[in-house]
């Protein structure tokens, strides 16, 4: 019997479970699209130029292997863009393969004995193509067509990290929180998607078969045949619907003509903290008035987010001056704080014509963790401590810990030591994995409540290696000319938010199991910056 709680939790998110189903109906269905549009015209080509078979096989099959995340990263760099466009590209080039592959199958697979015949009532090569191979061969065009649509509703999940949306968006959420609520509204809903895709156009390939024209007119097979072709079309139009109404589209009711609201997009990282300072920078803005917000949460790392904000496509987001300093602007670490934020705000301005704000008021700096009981038996205090057992050691870092200069690079080099075997791992599992002894010591983040959740430890960092990371919003200037008030209301958050306060806003999300927007509205209440506050 199915959770009663769960199906209410399901019941609360309905219209956005919509909204996000059209998107991945939009996604799938036009690549798909595409890859029938360029597939089959290459499948024939092969088919016709027996030379290009092989190479070109090959390379539609080199496609296929290359990961999922490597193709959208590459296609952000290329592109310069977030959001539909690359996600587009990238799930109509893996669509290809069985399109191309089928094709020629179904184009070779004619049997001899019919092509004889065609050939013998004086049928041209244009015309034993077109009237005989090809339609013989459209069952097994269809069915490449059927497993590259399938597969695309799962690779599409992965276009939520590059802020395109679809069902992937819960996943993303569930994970960076820890919730497996909002991992299954995005997964089981994908798998659902999957099978309707499958029975569409499976349904599409029945109407096809030539058996079907035989059926007696006014029988219900006679009577299906025209649904049955109209099935996969439904599907799309259906999701370009429910996406064109999306505010994030830029054709919902607020970017109309004639409307006095004005869309203000911002963007997350993917971890707790990141979303808690999106929905305070997001919720003050909307209590303006006249505003309204385009949530692009969940981005992905640094650079995704670096790079949506420099060519446009989100105004503003929460970024940390060591990151700024090292990872985006390549310069050596500054330990005082005041100067590294004199530093980045004066070069994000020259280069990149963005403007830091006032500091929220906490530094959430890197701190190298391990569980608390095993470093009272070890006698660990600082990071230099664990040089001796270090090759014996499991490390878990983020991704992009592992390789930036401010990350585990330059951590070695300073500290002299490398770990035995490092793995990489999301920020919302490696507390929990630490916890649970699968790995030794972590990359925390200093302000995450889940270290003080879990009974862990952080080392002191006794080389003083890692820079101030203090954060603060960081907005397009372009922006601000447009709307200058917008920089009054979110320098109120300038200083209120300390070190403490912040890893109880994110215990509150990863330990208690409250929602970001929730939390945040909370503290803006109790800070006196939202109606019904406290003050």
Sequence with gaps: MPDISFLHYVYERLPELW???????????????????????????????TWLRSPGMGAVGILQTIPSLAMLAFLLALLQKIGVMPALIALTLYALLPVVRNTLTGLLGVSPEVMEAA????????????????????????????TAAVVGVGIATLSAFIGAGGLGQFINRGLALSNTGLILLGAVPAAILALLVDFCIGAFEWGL???????????????????????????????????LKSPSTGFGPSSLKGS????????TKNFTEQLILGECMAQLIESMGGFSVERRFNLGGTMICHQALVQGEIDLYAEY?????????????????????????????????????????????????VAAEKATQEGWKTI????????????????????????????????????????????????????????????AFATDGRILAYGLKKLEDDLHFFPPYRAAPVIREALLR??????DVLSLLGGCIDDRTMQRLNLDVDG??????????????EKGLLQGSKK
Excluded at 322 to 332: C, D, E, P, V, Y
Excluded at 336 to 357: G, I, M, Q, T
Excluded at 482 to 487: T, V
């Design 119 to 146: 050939r013998g009532i004086g049928m041209t090569e244009s015309q034993q193509l077109t009237m005989v191979r090809l339609p013989l061969a459209t069952p097994v065009i269809v069915a490449g067509i059927r």
């Design 19 to 49: 909204l996000r189903t059209g998107e991945h109906l939009m996604l799938t269905g036009f690549s798909t699209m595409g890859a029938i549009i360029i597939g089959m015209p290459l499948g024939v080509l092969l088919y016709r130029f």
């Design 321 to 369: 001056t060591g990151t700024a300093l090292t990872a985006i602007l390549q310069r050596k670490v500054i330990p005082d704080p005041v100067e590294a934020y004199r530093v980045v705000s004066k070069d994000y301005s020259r280069r990149f014509k963005l403007k830091w704000l006032p500091p929220f008021g906490f530094n959430n700096t890197y701190a190298i963790t």
């Design 260 to 267: 006095e609201t004005k869309i203000i997009r911002i963007g």
């Design 512 to 525: 208690k199991k409250k929602s970001p927007a929730e939390v945040a509205a909370a503290f803006l209440r």
């Design 384 to 443: 230099s401590d664990l040089g001796k057992e270090a090759k014996t050691m499991r490390a878990g870092f983020t991704a992009e810990f592992v390789e930036r200069p401010d990350g585990y690079i330059g951590l070695s080099r300073a500290y002299s030591f490398q770990f035995g075997d490092v793995h990489d791992l999301d920020p919302a599992l490696m507390y929990k994995a630490l916890a649970n002894g699968e790995v030794d010591v972590i990359s």
């Design 482 to 487: 447009d709307y200058p008030e917008i920089l």
């Design 209 to 243: 078969r030539p058996e079907r024209k035989k059926d007696k007119k006014g029988s219900i097979r006679s009577l299906l045949r025209p649904v049955a072709f109209f099935m996969p079309l439904l599907l799309i139009v259906v999701g370009t619907l429910a996406y």
